[in-house]
Nanobody, 126 residues
Framework: VQLVESGGGLVQAGGSLRLSCAAS????????IGWYRQAPGKQRDLREL??????????NVADSVKGRFTISRDNAKNTVYLQMNTLKPEDTAVYYC??????????????????WGQGTQVTVSS
């Protein structure tokens, strides 16, 4: 399973960015897909949930970004989007695409388990 993120960059406070993550490979099923972030200086195991969306469309959004960030998905394209508005300097982080699901081909499946993208940098200047 490959998760390819795009859309990160440098933006001024109050600005907007849209992240995309395309999932490909031997994906059998997706339970949830979304985004975590790792702020500068934080350890990898302290990645913070940003937002996820389940196969049924239920969303789980961190309180710190509610009302500013919106998660959506295109099931046909196995793609998830994160629209980030009214960005703040504290949103600066590496944003990682996350997928929880089952991978493999007929007769040989693994999971459900977590899959991670390589990350995309989002920097918000004050």
């Amino acid at each position: 399973v490959q998760l390819v993120e795009s859309g990160g960059g440098l933006v001024q406070a109050g600005g907007s960015l849209r992240l995309s993550c395309a999932a490909s490979g031997s994906i059998f099923s997706i339970n949830a897909i979304g985004w975590y972030r790792q702020a500068p200086g934080k350890q990898r195991d302290l990645r913070e949930l940003v937002a996820t969306i389940s196969s049924g469309g239920d969303t789980n959004v961190a309180d710190s970004v509610k009302g500013r960030f919106t998660i959506s998905r295109d099931n046909a394209k196995n793609t998830v989007y994160l629209q980030m508005n009214t960005l703040k300097p504290e949103d600066t982080a590496v944003y990682y695409c996350y997928l929880h699901g089952v991978a493999g081909i007929a007769g040989s499946y693994t999971g459900p388990r977590d899959f991670w993208g390589q990350g995309t940098q989002v920097t918000v200047s004050s």
